[in-house]
Each structure stands twice: as C-alpha cells, then as structure tokens.
C-alpha cells in the first residue's frame, strides 16, 4: 500500500492503483508546486542520469493529441477531424 499526505491533509491509502494515486495527485495540484517537481527532477538525476541528461523526463505535451510516454509502450490511435 502507498500512504500519501499533503500539506496538512490528513494521510490516507491510496493503494496499488496508479490511476487512483494519479487521480490524487491532480487533486492535490503536484504539478503546481516548483520546490516538488525540482525534488522529482533530482530523483530522476539519481535513478537514470544519462537519460535526465539527454532529456528523457523533459516532457512537454501542451496541445497535444495521441501522446504516449515511456518505454516499450503500446498505443493505437483513432482521430476524427470535425
């Protein structure tokens, strides 16, 4: 199980669920806060340096359609153009 806490909010289990911590971490507007994405980007430092160096955790998907990120990933696509 996963505990997670923000800022005061009482803690809770989120579980193994990733689409339920990613819900909760939107929630809580992560994205928002420089000081943890700065402490995320020097995590991914430590774990794979080479590929923080090249720039492999520097996503950008602003206006984007059909994104997919990662590694040995599998996606398929269907637009339709009004």
């Not at 806490?5 to 009482?10: C, I, N, Y």
């Amino acid at each position: 199980m996963f505990a997670f806490s923000t800022r005061g909010r009482v803690e809770r289990e989120v579980g193994e669920n990733q689409e339920e911590l990613t819900a909760e971490l939107e929630h809580v507007r992560v994205g928002d806060d420089p000081a943890l994405i700065a402490a995320a980007q020097k995590v991914m430092v430590l774990l794979d340096a080479e590929g923080a160096r090249a720039g492999k955790y520097s996503v950008n998907v602003a206006h984007s359609m059909g994104v997919q990120i990662g590694d040995n990933t599998t996606q398929t696509n269907t637009f339709h153009v009004p």
